[in-house]
C-alpha cells in the first residue's frame, strides 16, 4: 500500500469520525477529510469553472502590479482543478492535504493522466524534485511582507494553470 493509498483512507477514516461527532453534538455536518460520495460531474465542472475564473483574476492582478497577491489566486486555480477531479471521482474534500493525497493516489492507480509535477508543487521544497512550491510562495506571498516577484515565476505558473485546466477538462468531460 502506498503512501498516497494510506494517507487517503486516513482521511475518510477521519472525515467520518469528525461527520458522526458532529451528528452526536446535534451541529451541522463538518468534516476536515475526505468523503465517498457519488461522482458529480455538475460539481466538477463548477470548480473547473471557478478555476478558470481564479485564472483571469490572476491575469488582472498581474496586468494591475499585483503580481504578488497573484500567487495566491495561482495557487487556488491548480487546486480548484484538484477539486474539480476529485467530484468527478466522487470524493469531497474539507482539507487540502487530503485533497492532495487523493490526486496522488489517483495518479498511481493511473486513473487520471495528470504529471506528478502538478502534485510535487504542492509540497514544500524540502524535497528535491520540486522546482517551484506553489504552496510555498502562497505562504510566503501572502502572510510575508514581500510585494516583488520574479517575473519568470508568474510566467512559469500561468502556463502550469492554462496546462492544468486543459488537462482537468479532458478528465471531467471524457
Keep these: 500500500m502506498s503512501q498516497a493509498s494510506k494517507q487517503v483512507d486516513w482521511c475518510i477514516t ?3 469520525k469528525e461527520l458522526e461527532e458532529c451528528k452526536k453534538q446535534g451541529l451541522k455536518p463538518k468534516h476536515r477529510g475526505l468523503v465517498k460520495v457519488p461522482s458529480n460531474v455538475q460539481e466538477a465542472k463548477q470548480h473547473l469553472t471557478k478555476a478558470e475564473h ?3 483574476v490572476s491575469e488582472y492582478l498581474v496586468k494591475g502590479g499585483f503580481a504578488d497577491t497573484s500567487i495566491g489566486t495561482l495557487f487556488y486555480t491548480m487546486y480548484q482543478c484538484f477539486l474539480a477531479i476529485s467530484s468527478k ?3 469531497e474534500s474539507g482539507n487540502q ?3 492532495i493525497s487523493l490526486i496522488e493516489y ?3 492507480e493511473k486513473k487520471i493522466a495528470v504529471d506528478k509535477r502538478f502534485v510535487a508543487y504542492f ?3 524540502t524535497e528535491e524534485q520540486v522546482k517551484d512550491s506553489i504552496i510555498e510562495m502562497r505562504e ?3 502572510y510575508g511582507s514581500e510585494v516583488k516577484v520574479e517575473k519568470s515565476k508568474i510566467d512559469f505558473f500561468m502556463k502550469e494553470c492554462k496546462e492544468l485546466i486543459d488537462i482537468t477538462k479532458t478528465i471531467i468531460y471524457e
Excluded: M, P, S
Aim: charged fraction near 25%; include cysteine; aromatic fraction near 20%.
Design 106 to 108: 489517483l495518479i498511481e
Design 123 to 125: 509540497k514544500y521544497e
Design 97 to 99: 492535504t487530503c485533497t
Design 140 to 142: 510566503q506571498y501572502t
Design 54 to 56: 481564479d485564472l483571469q
Design 14 to 16: 477521519k472525515a467520518l
Design 89 to 91: 471521482f466522487g470524493y
